[in-house]
């Protein structure tokens, strides 16, 4: 199991942008499918946002198509996410994972949008 690690969250008025960074441990870069994904305040369940594969192929949650980029920065093994025209429900806590082999969950980065 690997680690990877969320971070580039805050506070930002609907409609603002912010981009969020994956850190993903080497060894699993290259060879794995990426996915963001969110929890809602209150809400038990996780839901899918992004996600991208070794090849760049990329795929989008319906409720962020056409906002939300996923990329891969092959330069750091990072995985960023750049989130624009944020609304107040896209607020939740936000976690990356491998798609194919879940690691244990992070502690993910909190993202607030107010309005």
């Known amino acids: 199991q690997v680690q990877l690690v969320e971070s580039g969250g805050g506070l930002v008025q609907a409609g603002g942008s912010l981009r969020l960074s994956c850190a993903v441990p080497?060894?699993?870069?290259?060879?794995?499918?990426i996915g963001w994904y969110r929890q809602a305040p209150g809400q038990e369940r996780r839901e899918f946002v992004a996600?991208?594969?070794?090849?760049?192929?990329?795929t989008y949650g319906d409720s962020v198509q056409g906002r939300f980029t996923i990329s891969r920065d092959n330069a750091n093994n990072t995985v960023p996410l750049q989130m624009n025209s944020l609304k107040v429900d896209d607020t939740g806590i936000y976690y990356c994972?491998?798609?194919?082999?879940?690691?244990?969950w992070g502690q993910g980065t909190l993202v607030t949008v107010s309005s």
């Open positions: 994972n491998l798609v194919r082999y879940p690691s244990p």
């Open positions: 996600a991208i594969g070794t090849g760049g192929t990329t």
């Open positions: 080497r060894s699993a870069f290259s060879s794995s499918a």
